[in-house]
Structures are given as structure tokens and as C-alpha cells.
């Protein structure tokens, strides 16, 4: 998914800095959880695929205590198998509290299931039209989104900061007011829909808007 804003002014260095994940969970091996023979057969035989979120509650060693569907990718076996594999495979650094204590806390993260011909993207790619790029900017801001059930951003917090605070700022203000998304799927009555994505904001100015939509 792409998109273009054209952002006529940056914020001062001296602003406070985007929102950025802290104390939170960190996952340590995120690329062991799901292969491509972890598919379900009853999803496989239905062609189902998509893109689903969930929060894990972490304890303070590091397992997974629960899991919850916050967006549902719309097959209950795809649903299902994401949490089952997830509380079984996860490892994890657990939070930690302000004296450096480890404590529980939770992680939320998208995941998608594709087939050949679906290939259901967690990531949002974007770029920024600035007059001119900070010059402490040095590589695309990266970003974890939070959406709500219209869905539009209630939450952008920075995972990879682009080296400039001013450019970290105008990208998450660009996703809350400009980005929507389709509305998620509910997966729950009783769990409140929250749902993830990932974003890659690249700031470009005038001159090289062109070759940034080729």
C-alpha cells in the first residue's frame, strides 16, 4: 500500500519526540513461530487466508499466559492456529519496570496467512512530500500502528526511529490524519477490536516524488 501527503512544515528538534514502544515485551524469535507447514488444512481446503491481530499477555520470565484475537482474519482456523502457536513457540525478554526489574506485561503484533495468489501485506509503505528533508533524517521511519474498528490510527508508536525527531513526528501525524484502512474484522464481542499494522514512511522532497511513484 502506498501513499503521498505533501507535509508543508516540520516540527522543531526541539519538539517532543514521537511515541516509541518502551517497557514493553521484546519478542526474540519472531521468524521461528509460524512456517508454511503450520497452515491448517481445514484453512488450506477453504482457500481462507488474511491478516489478523493479537495481544499476548507476557509474564515476567517471558511465556506467553494468554493470547487474544483483537482482529480476525476472518477464518476461525487461522484465528485459532495464530494463539496455539504463539503461546506454544514464543520466546520472549520480558518487560521491565523502571528499576530494570522484570515484570509482566503485554505485546501486540499482525500477522498474516497467504497462499500463492493471496498475499495479505501487514506492512504500510508511504512516502512523505517534505520542502526540505531534516538534516539529521538518515533512513525511513518505522512505526507500529494501532487501528480501531472504522479504521483509522488511534496509536503510532516508533520501532526504528529515522535518526531526526521532527521526521519521526510528521510521519506519525501524517497516519492519524490521513491513513485509513478497511474496516477490521470484529473477532470478539468481549475483546475490544484493535488492530495492527506496520508502517515504512520515507520523506522525499519535490524533486524526487517521481521516481518515488515509478
Given at each position: ?49 488474511g491478516i489478523l491481530s493479537i495481544v499476548m499477555r507476557v509474564s515476567a520470565d517471558g511465556k506467553v499466559t494468554t493470547c487474544d484475537v483483537t482482529e480476525s ?130 520523506l522525499l522532497t519535490q524533486g524526487t516524488q517521481q521516481s518515488a511513484k515509478r
Amino acid at each position: 500500500m502506498l501513499g503521498l501527503l505533501m507535509v508543508t512544515t516540520l516540527l522543531a528538534a526541539q519538539e517532543p519526540a514521537a511515541p516509541s514502544i518502551s517497557g514493553s515485551p521484546r519478542l526474540r524469535n519472531a521468524e521461528a513461530i509460524i512456517t508454511p507447514d503450520d497452515y491448517p488444512v481445514k484453512a488450506l481446503q477453504r482457500h481462507e487466508y488474511g491478516i489478523l491481530s493479537i495481544v499476548m499477555r507476557v509474564s515476567a520470565d517471558g511465556k506467553v499466559t494468554t493470547c487474544d484475537v483483537t482482529e480476525s482474519s476472518g477464518s476461525a482456523a487461522l484465528d485459532l492456529a495464530t494463539c496455539t502457536l504463539y503461546k506454544r513457540r514464543a520466546k520472549f525478554d520480558p518487560a521491565k519496570n523502571d528499576v530494570g526489574v522484570p515484570v509482566a506485561g503485554e505485546y501486540r503484533l499482525a500477522t498474516n496467512w497467504g497462499l500463492d495468489d493471496h498475499q495479505p501485506q501487514t506492512t504500510i509503505e508511504s512516502f512523505l512530500q517534505v520542502p526540505v528533508i531534516p538534516a539529521d533524517y538518515q533512513s525511513p521511519v518505522k512505526a507500529r500502528l494501532l487501528f480501531d474498528e472504522a479504521g483509522r490510527v488511534t496509536a503510532c508508536e516508533v520501532m526504528e526511529s529515522s535518526g531526526s525527531i521532527a521526521a519521526d513526528h510528521a510521519a506519525c501525524s501524517y497516519t492519524k490524519q490521513q491513513l485509513v484502512i478497511a474496516a477490521p474484522r470484529k473477532a470478539s464481542n468481549t475483546i475490544p477490536l484493535v488492530a495492527i499494522r506496520y508502517l515504512t514512511a520515507t520523506l522525499l522532497t519535490q524533486g524526487t516524488q517521481q521516481s518515488a511513484k515509478r
